[in-house]
């Protein structure tokens, strides 16, 4: 059985950063499109960031563009999400999501329902 497991996250000033990962045991994630997520205190979770399984297609949402980027290492079974200049608006507990043979496009890389593994999240306070 697949596991995913986040890290990396913690406390970080406003315009500083952090490197997520989410790294799998249990199977490979060669065949799995990966999703960031994120849900704040008080908010629905949603998503950030995705990058398919094969071609390295990336997908971001609007208010994280230009300062996130998603990447992913098949001989480490990790993907990371490396997060700069954060913002206070940025603090939320971040998961990782695994969609077997799924393509992710514009208008499906963010639907929750599609990824079938989670992890645990991991919290990121922005904050001074």
């Known amino acids: 059985q697949l596991q995913l497991v986040e890290s990396g996250g913690g406390l970080v000033q406003p315009g500083g950063s952090l490197r997520l990962s989410c790294t799998a045991s249990?199977?490979?994630?060669?065949?799995?499109?990966i999703g960031w997520f994120r849900q704040a205190p008080g908010k629905e979770r949603e998503g950030v960031s995705s990058i398919s399984m094969s071609d390295g297609t990336t997908y971001y949402t609007d208010s994280v563009k230009g300062r996130f980027t998603i990447s992913r290492d098949h001989a480490k079974n990790t993907a990371y999400l490396q997060m700069n200049n954060l913002k206070p608006e940025d603090t939320a507990v971040y998961y990782c999501?695994?969609?077997?043979?799924?393509?992710?496009?514009?208008?499906?890389?963010?639907?929750?329902?599609?990824?079938?593994?989670w992890g645990q999240g991991t919290q990121v306070t922005v904050s001074l």
């Open positions: 249990g199977g490979t994630l060669r065949f799995y499109a």
């Open positions: 999501a695994a969609a077997e043979y799924f393509a992710p496009h514009d208008n499906t890389w963010h639907v929750q329902d599609e990824y079938d593994l």
